[in-house]
């Protein structure tokens, strides 16, 4: 196939009239804490990233008519800051959650900035458009957009936010490190989404385009070159004669003539030669992001996009099932709600937009359904039946692993079993890759796990077989069910309650204590009300604030309506529920468990981040979790702040984060939050305490402050964190895997609280070769070691798949260290590019009208590297901040 030119994208008139009507001031723009510090005022790589988003969101609710609400109109979003729950709230129906949504775009932006981070990105010029090299730039980043529709379209959403971030990096980077603002400019480069035709005027070896400049701030050292150029970085590749620097107090090369440089990262002189350039190659930026999103959305269609950004309130729905010969009640009473959640749902905001199956027995696991429409997840459960193999244990780890890997973040999992696991060696990897992807795993199972039964056995099974589903569910936040055959029907209910955006409200104290009632506080922005008691009761109260008390009696009373099966009990409360401090009294043989959840839109996100000060560009490292002794900022972002109920009641205010011990439920300290930006953004920041940090083990994080009228605001994170030994990073090729390659990917393993000797062990799913130079390592404290794994990837390896390498971390006999799991997702596709962008699928109307192009193969190319893009590395998710698409020029 012959490549050809392709015409430049141009703006429809729908985007036209955003441009025409919906610019914010300046003022609409906000840094994230760090650039606050270096470079006040700047937008950053978030801010461009999460605005682009979320104007293309607005267009698609515009466009498309919500659910039986009436239609948006764009005169009520002008003069107004653009936030996501108030977008939420107006097209799905007040108290919609936007959670998940909000998630997704700081799965996003978290790739974007990251790029500056990871040591197979940050020194590669070519993903930075440094260097001059702005041809491969360009390759490498329509290779990535190529990549995030292929992930979309096979429903790995996590792997296609990461690429989107990736190719969104290296877009806005473009007009910070080029010279096209200097060029004067006014629009995005015409031909950077397409592969063709070729960049025309580029600089040659030869050309001078930069004259000295001995002071930090370099408005005068361009040379009025007429041709395209990028400054250079470091001294990979080495800056030739007369050619511009980056710049910047970290970048050698402009400590060599012609000194200074020409990026535009940040308004601070000492990062950014060209500061004062800086708001216009943000105003590029912007409308670059923008572009790209519109071509996702008109690839993909709208479904497919609202899919890659998760602009849903509903969860997916994801079963793992057991299909030995005594599954049969099980398995039907798994039809039984998926077919309740399908047909209550269908048509409304809340049906599930994602479908996982995955089937179980012995020896087998698998293989994984996902599907995007209920018709076909029901078809396909339709199809299971119980067959045979009613012998224990069963492959239940390995299907929930598989499980995790196909559902999208902050999901909920359901496991239908009646046997223990046989692969009780993957569960200290499961319990982590339930924390890496926030997603909560149920247990039901119908066995006693004190009693035998009459199921067949191998040998004789100890009575602590059910422990590893224990410690799963306490890892991911969830819970195990015992429960018998006549009572799963009843007892799967909850299968549907909790997809109804539930929240978790912390129990003071934490486990029963006898003889001690069970505390918590109910707030306005509360309804449906659920306490769950599990356990061999004898007897139990619920005591409301006004001394209104209710008992285990099944039916309705004076609090709410209780129904019992076996040994599981469900009180529902009475909506609305009484605001301020409940009672629960529990006596019971053994420990019963009490969970208290109720819905709301008023939640919290966290993420985990090191301040990262003595690079280009400061920001935070990213972390899934925290590691013993290093410093450690939390970052929580409050979603639903929009449901405070009156527009001109004061913001709920947050204060506190309660660190509290999993396993014992003790306090482990009081963490003051500082508020960042405006309430609205729902922004906190706290540095975790050190004795935290230097104790391994499991913690949860609890939010506590008081909404606008003073009353007590208490919610749990849905997920405990766990302190970590050891800092475990393992990265791959900036680019996709290709059948019949051996790819090298990179490890570091680093110590900060005390000495290690460790082993390491690597796994790949599906189990294609891999190989490394590092299998046990010791480390002095404040030590690191480097690894290099090859991954072989057969000629056979299906096309558009994705593979996930784990590499485990574990102290040696002599150094008992808990494990440290690294996980990276890396794609499957064929060396030469399709047509992949050329094909939209169905679109009520994309914002671009673009041609088709015409993809051609091309060779990646990896050399040096130079700076990162817009300063700040914002690394955690803020949605929000204001429309950006007119009045940029008031910048």
């Given amino acids: 196939m012959l490549c050809a030119d392709v015409p430049p994208p141009l703006l429809g008139p729908s985007a036209l009239l955003l441009l025409q009507l919906l610019l914010p001031p300046t003022s609409a723009f906000f840094p994230n804490i760090w650039s606050l510090l270096a470079a006040p005022g700047s937008i950053t790589h978030q801010d461009l990233t999460e605005e682009a988003a979320l104007n293309v969101t607005l267009q698609l609710f515009l466009e498309q008519p919500p659910p039986g609400r009436p239609l948006l109109r764009l005169e009520d979003f002008l003069g107004r800051t653009l936030l996501a729950d108030d977008l939420f709230a107006a097209y799905f129906g007040p108290g919609s959650p936007s959670r998940r949504f909000r998630a997704a775009l700081g799965e996003v932006s978290r790739a974007n900035a990251a790029q500056d981070f990871l040591p197979t990105s940050r020194n590669d010029p070519d993903l930075h458009f440094d260097a001059e090299r702005l041809g491969q730039g360009r390759t490498r980043l329509v290779g990535a957009l190529r990549e995030t529709l292929v992930a979309a379209r096979a429903l790995d959403h996590s792997l296609a936010r990461q690429r989107l971030g990736a190719a969104l990096h290296a877009l806005q980077d473009f007009y910070s490190h080029s010279n096209w603002v200097e060029l004067g400019e006014q629009q995005p480069h015409p031909h950077l989404l397409w592969p063709r035709p070729e960049l025309q005027s580029l600089a040659q070896v030869g050309d001078a385009t930069c004259s000295d400049c001995e002071g930090l701030s370099c408005p005068g050292n361009w040379l009025g070159f007429t041709r395209l150029t990028s400054g250079y970085f470091g001294t990979h590749p080495p800056k030739p004669p007369g050619k511009c620097s980056h710049g ?369 560009h400061p920001g935070l490292y990213p972390l899934t979790q925290p590691v013993a002794g290093v410093q450690t900022q939390l970052l929580v972002e409050v979603t639903g702040l929009g449901s405070r109920g009156n527009s001109g009641d004061p913001w709920p205010h947050f204060s506190h984060v309660i660190l509290r011990g999993v396993l014992e439920g003790a306090e482990l300290g009081r963490v003051p939050l500082e508020p960042v930006g405006p309430p609205e953004r729902g922004l906190l920041v706290a540095s975790l305490p050190p004795t935290l940090l230097s104790t391994l083990g499991p913690f949860s994080l609890e939010l506590l402050g008081q909404d606008g009228g003073g009353r007590r605001l208490h919610r749990a994170a849905p997920q405990p964190c766990t302190v970590v030994p050891v800092l475990l990073e393992l990265s791959g090729p900036p680019g996709f895997l290709t059948p019949g390659s051996k790819v090298p990917l990179s490890l570091r393993i680093a110590s900060f609280s005390a000495p290690q000797d460790l082993d390491l062990t690597m796994s790949v799913n599906p189990s294609f070769a891999l190989t490394s130079n590092l299998s046990r390592v010791r480390l002095g404290q404040n030590e690191s070691a480097w690894g290099r794994l090859w991954l072989e990837v057969p000629d056979s390896a299906a096309l558009d798949s994705v593979v996930m390498v784990t590499v485990t971390a574990v102290g040696q006999e002599a150094s008992p260290v808990p494990p440290t799991h690294a996980f990276l997702r890396l794609l499957v596709l064929a060396p030469a590019l399709q047509d992949q962008l050329a094909a939209p699928a169905h679109s009520s109307g994309p914002v671009l009208t673009m041609p088709t192009p015409v993809f051609c193969p091309f060779t990646l190319v990896t050399q040096g590297r130079a700076g990162g893009g817009m300063a700040g590395n914002p690394l955690w998710s803020t949605v929000g901040g204001g429309l950006l698409l007119l009045g940029l020029a008031s910048w």
């Fill in 248 to 616: 910047g107090r970290f970048d050698r090369s402009s400590s060599q003539p012609p000194r200074g440089g020409i990026n535009k990262d940040s308004t601070s002189p000492g990062f950014s030669p060209h500061h004062m350039l800086h708001l216009q190659a943000a105003k590029l930026a912007l409308l670059a992001s923008i572009q790209a999103f519109s071509l996702l959305r008109s690839r993909l269609g709208d479904r497919g996009f609202s899919r890659l950004l998760d602009i849903t309130p509903a969860s997916s729905l994801s079963f793992v099932l057991d299909t030995t010969g005594s599954m049969g009640e099980e398995i039907n009473a798994a039809k039984i709600q998926a077919r309740r959640i399908v047909e209550q749902r269908r048509g409304s905001p809340m049906e599930p937009a994602h479908y996982v199956l995955v089937p179980f027995h012995d020896p087998g696991f698998g293989p994984v359904f996902t599907a995007s429409d209920p018709d076909s997840f029901w078809q396909q459960l339709n199809e299971i039946h119980a067959l045979g193999g009613g012998d224990e244990p069963e492959m239940c780890l390995s299907a929930l692993q598989l499980a995790l890997l196909h559902t999208p973040p902050f999901s909920d999992i359901f496991v239908f079993t009646d046997a223990s696991p046989k692969d009780a060696f993957l569960t200290t990897q499961v319990e982590s890759l339930t924390q890496e992807r926030r997603c909560r795993v149920t247990f039901l199972v119908t066995e006693d796990p004190s009693r035998v039964q009459a199921r067949a056995r191998r040998e004789v099974l100890s009575p602590l077989r059910f422990e590893p589903y224990e410690a799963v569910a306490l890892a991911s936040g969830g819970e195990v069910i015992f429960t018998k055959d006549q009572h799963i029907g009843d007892v799967a209910a909850i299968v549907g309650e909790s997809m109804a955006a539930l929240v978790t409200l912390p129990l003071d104290p934490p486990v029963v204590v006898s003889g001690r009632p069970l505390v918590f506080s109910v707030d306005g922005l509360l309804q449906k009300v659920t306490v769950r008691i599990h356990g061999d009761i004898s007897s139990f109260w619920i005591k409301n604030p006004a001394g209104i008390s209710q008992g285990q009696e099944e039916g309705g009373g004076p609090l709410g309506h209780t129904h019992h099966f076996g040994q599981f009990w469900m009180v529902t409360m009475n909506d609305p529920p009484q605001t301020g401090t409940w009672e629960i009294q529990v006596t019971a043989e053994g420990t019963p468990r009490i969970r208290v959840q109720a819905q709301t839109s008023l939640d919290f996100l966290f993420h985990f981040g090191i301040p990262m000060e003595d690079g280009p």
